[in-house]
């Protein structure tokens, strides 16, 4: 059984796909970000970074306590190998997934982040022209990198669907909120089109989606309550005693 911690936003659901098209049991345990959830002691123990996604696998390998993981990069690496599913069928083709699921952690996720950070913002925060230009061009750029990839191969590691799709799909179904013409992307629109149909990505992507908000119908106090909690955080201090000593 596999726990993951989870919220229903693009990284949760990368996941969340992965599971539901690997077909093992798992049980959801939700991190309420609004709430705070991820800055709890319990999930810190798990995740040092306080955020979500992580798993907890609670029969691993190597028969001892329970392993988890976090980034959730690194989680669906891990679930590919413990079960020998969507990471490529040799040593060139798990590398060929891999860095794909590597340019989505380092790319298409901060990226298209922020640009909708920068987007939900309002005229009261300052000018955000530069920012908004900035990333809507770096969207539009990893738009047109997906594209000419699938160009001459079905998938983004080649002709088999992997985790690096499972990863990037999430982060596209806003795509006309993010200013992108579909029509511009053929080759991204016939991947986007297939993955849409697929029934376990289908489940993946709904699970919690009865939790989700409209941060734009939310009230103005709601949203200052969120900001304060979510955004500008700092770093968290180490304890005073207890430590290695330097």
């Known amino acids: 059984m596999i726990d993951v911690h989870y919220w229903p936003t693009p990284n949760g659901k990368k996941v ?23 800055f709890s002691d319990d999930f810190l123990a798990i995740n040092p970074n306080n955020r979500m996604p992580a798993i907890l696998d609670n029969a691993p390998a190597d ?18 190998e413990k079960t020998g599913q969507f990471g490529g069928r040799d040593e060139r083709e798990k590398w060929e997934v891999y860095q794909w699921v590597m340019w989505q952690m380092a790319n298409q996720g901060p990226k298209f982040g922020e640009r909708g950070h920068f987007a939900r913002l309002k005229d009261t925060e300052g000018d955000q022209s530069y920012a908004l230009s900035r990333f809507n061009n770096e969207v539009h750029r990893l738009y047109g990198v997906m594209n000419n990839r699938l160009y001459d191969r079905r998938y983004l590691a080649g002709d088999e669907y992997t985790i690096a799709d499972m990863a990037c799909y999430p982060w596209t179904v806003v795509w006309e909120q993010q200013g992108i013409d579909l029509d511009e992307f053929k080759y991204f629109k016939r991947w986007y089109e297939e993955l849409s149909e697929r029934p376990a990505l289908q489940r993946g992507m709904e699970v919690g989606s009865e939790l989700s908000q409209d941060y734009s119908k939310l009230p ?27």
Do not use: W
């Open 16 to 38: 969340t796909i992965q599971l539901e098209e690997c077909g093992i049991d798992y049980q959801v345990v939700y991190c309420h970000i609004g709430m705070g959830d991820q």
């Open 63 to 80: 028969g001892g306590p329970p392993l988890s993981v976090f980034e959730s990069g690194a989680c669906m690496m891990y679930l590919a």
């Open 220 to 246: 103005d106090e709601e949203i200052e309550r969120l900001k304060a909690l979510l955004y500008n955080q700092r770093a968290r201090p180490a304890p005073d005693t207890g430590g290695i000593d330097t």
